[in-house]
T-cell receptor, first 112, second 114 residues
Framework: KQEVTQIPAALSVPEGENLVLNCSFT??????LQWFRQDPGKGLTSLLL?????REQTSGRLNASLDKSSGRSTLYIAASQPGDSATYLC???????????FGKGTRLSVIA | GAVVSQHPSWVICKSGTSVKIECRSL??????MFWYRQFPKQSLMLMAT?????????EQGVEKDKFLINHASLTLSTLTVTSAHPEDSSFYIC??????????FGPGTRLTVL
């Protein structure tokens, strides 16, 4: 059964810093992996989707990488801003018709 | 625009009552929908997989008689929390499988049971 772990659970950085959020998964035979953002009391916003055949995806200041062999993904945020403060969730899917399995998230605070 | 809608967005009810949450797929027909719940400061945990025209598949530890799922059409799945108790207070989120690549998530329903 797929399990997803995210480290650290919480992170506080000063504005402008580059940072990396880590995600690991136990079953390397994933179909795809997705990173989400969740603001307090709100739903999910999809940030990046990486297919199993891809190594990375980029969107603006965000870059997500995928290393299936080691069971790891990272989300890199460049030049962090206070507006980036949120919980970031990593989720993996094992096949095209199975649901995403979520990690517990990393709660990010960017201090102005 | 939104691909998945949920109604209501929040609900407060008394202990012992039943609450129905609707999940609608707005842009396409959805044979499969998923229901998750999220307790405060926890991650999303899959509760059940809802299949149109057949019985839902529940995850281990989720009581199927307490959380009734009906997926009667290709655009609507409902989750009914029966005889709700304070420990059922949570954020319930539905998700629709769009094609084979992407899960689209509803905005969630916050349930508070007094």
């Amino acid at each position: 059964k797929q399990e997803v772990t995210q480290i650290p659970a919480a992170l506080s950085v000063p504005e402008g810093e580059n940072l990396v959020l880590n995600c690991s998964f136990t079953d390397s035979a994933i179909y795809n992996l997705q990173w989400f953002r969740q603001d307090p009391g709100k739903g999910l916003t999809s940030l990046l989707l990486i297919q199993s055949s891809q190594r990375e995806q980029t969107s603006g200041r965000l870059n997500a990488s995928l290393d299936k062999s080691s069971g790891r993904s990272t989300l890199y945020i460049a030049a962090s801003q206070p507006g980036d403060s949120a919980t970031y969730l990593c989720a993996a899917r094992n096949s095209g018709n199975t649901p995403l399995v979520f990690g517990k998230g990393t709660r990010l605070s960017v201090i102005a | 625009g939104a691909v998945v809608s949920q109604h209501p967005s929040w609900v407060i009810c008394k202990s012992g009552t039943s609450v129905k949450i609707e999940c609608r797929s707005l842009d396409f027909q959805a044979t499969t929908m998923f229901w998750y719940r999220q307790f405060p400061k926890q991650s999303l945990m899959l509760m059940a997989t809802s299949n149109e025209g057949s019985k839902a598949t529940y995850e281990q530890g989720v009581e199927k008689d307490k959380f009734l799922i009906n997926h009667a059409s290709l655009t609507l799945s409902t989750l009914t929390v029966t005889s709700a108790h304070p420990e059922d207070s949570s954020f319930y989120i539905c998700s629709v499988l769009g094609g084979t690549d992407t899960q689209y998530f509803g905005p969630g329903t916050r349930l508070t049971v007094l």
